[in-house]
């Protein structure tokens, strides 16, 4: 009997090939989502800072008032930038839990494989055993048929 060859062996190097990519995209995709999520953490703590040196001047009784006017304006600027960012935010997040579902499905289909790459090679040992089996029964009954025959 000729040794075990799985059939699908491309298909499945084809699979895990396919899931290592989807394992990068959704790398990156992640990657990308924390940058995002950084960048807008960075925007809160700018307004929080600026607040801070404002109640500062404030109680120092040092108030400018152009300085006051251009703080807000940059209040105002600042909250439509964070709108914007935790829009894209939310998309980015979004696109990662996307290719996180890519993954998984590239990963299920490559396991699928490796089972039933598993599944045929038990099933060819089964084969392969009771083919031996016969091979030693031909043999032990040859010998026996031999022995009557003298």
């Known amino acids: 009997m000729k040794k075990f060859n799985f059939k699908y062996k491309r298909l499945k190097k084809i699979r895990k090939i396919q899931e290592e990519l989807a394992n990068k995209e959704y790398q990156i995709a992640a990657t990308e989502s924390r940058k995002q999520a950084d ?22 009784n ?3 008032p152009q300085e006051f006017v251009m703080q807000t304006e940059f209040f105002t600027g600042q909250k439509v930038r964070i ?4 829009s894209e935010v939310r998309s980015s ?19 699928q494989i490796e089972k039933l790459e598993e599944k045929k090679k ?8 009771y083919h031996q089996l016969q091979v030693m029964e031909d043999i032990f009954m040859t010998r026996i048929k031999k022995g009557e025959n003298t």
């Open 62 to 64: 040092e108030v400018n």
């Open 83 to 86: 709108e914007n960012k935790t």
């Open 39 to 60: 960048e807008l953490n960075e925007m809160y703590d700018l307004i929080t800072k600026t607040r801070e040196f404002q109640l500062e001047k404030l109680k120092n």
């Open 93 to 111: 997040k979004q696109i990662v839990e996307d290719k996180l579902d890519i993954l998984f499905d590239k990963h299920k289909s490559r396991k």
């Open 122 to 129: 038990t099933q060819y040992n089964e084969e392969y055993k």
